[in-house]
T-cell receptor
Framework: RKEVEQDPGPFNVPEGATVAFNCTYS??????FFWYRQDCRKEPKLLMS???SGNEDGRFTAQLNRASQYISLLIRDSKLSDSATYLC??????????FGKGTRLSVIA | GAGVSQSPSNKVTEKGKDVELRCDPI?????LYWYRQSLGQGLEFLIY????????KSGLPSDRFSAERTGGSVSTLTIQRTQQEDSAVYLC????????????FGAGTRLSVL
């Protein structure tokens, strides 16, 4: 099993839809988890951190399932501006973050 | 405050030439990372520096690639005898610490080898 795995997508959803993607990780010792957003031809930027069961910020909810070793990102009421690639990042223990390859989201008018 | 700064933002070079890419991390961040990202692909880890410790060079793809970090701050990634397959965006990130710390990215250097 790879350290961090994501479905590459693309997820094509209409405006206003709710969309969710998962990220699985292999190291059960991981304690903190992150979602980054990367726009086309831009650098990744931190979207959300997840340190316990979950985190919510407006239309975005990140959840952690330790038993099944995955984190999820839920986006409600999708906007055109949400179109981007979403990267999850997991530190496999006391080491630097390992990034997933990203899930591409396209929100369509 | 200032974020991670990378220069140049774009670099076009001829095959076989050497290039140097610069990264100025966020002030006070002890950890610095270099990644490579080819078009449409994920982040490829290259190397990281943590304080005065020996760098982790495990991601460098060949001995043509090297990096230095002087005075615990600015870092330079050098690619010798560039090849066309080296064309990519080179991203630098810094974090307050290595162990699981949030990384903040610079805007990257887009390298094109003709």
């Amino acid at each position: 099993r790879k350290e961090v795995e994501q479905d590459p997508g693309p997820f094509n959803v209409p405006e206003g839809a709710t969309v969710a993607f998962n990220c699985t990780y292999s190291n059960s010792a991981s304690q903190s988890f992150f979602w980054y957003r990367q726009d086309c031809r831009k650098e990744p930027k931190l979207l959300m951190s997840v340190y316990s069961s979950g985190n919510e910020d407006g239309r975005f909810t990140a959840q952690l399932n330790r038993a099944s070793q995955y984190i999820s990102l839920l986006i409600r009421d999708s906007k055109l501006s949400d179109s981007a690639t979403y990267l999850c990042a997991v530190p496999p223990g006391n080491t630097p973050l390992v990034f997933g390859k990203g899930t591409r989201l396209s929100v369509i008018a | 405050g200032a974020g991670v700064s990378q220069s140049p933002s774009n670099k076009v070079t001829e095959k076989g030439k050497d290039v140097e890419l610069r990264c100025d991390p966020i002030s006070g961040h002890t950890a610095l990372y270099w990644y490579r990202q080819s078009l449409g692909q994920g982040l490829e880890f290259l190397i990281y520096f943590q304080g005065n410790s020996a760098p982790d060079k495990s991601g460098l793809p060949s001995d043509r690639f090297s990096a230095e970090r002087t005075g615990g701050s600015v870092s330079t990634l050098t690619i010798q005898r560039t090849q066309q397959e080296d064309s990519a965006v080179y991203l630098c990130a810094s974090s307050p610490e290595v162990s699981g710390g949030i990384q903040y990215f610079g805007a990257g250097t887009r390298l094109s080898v003709l």
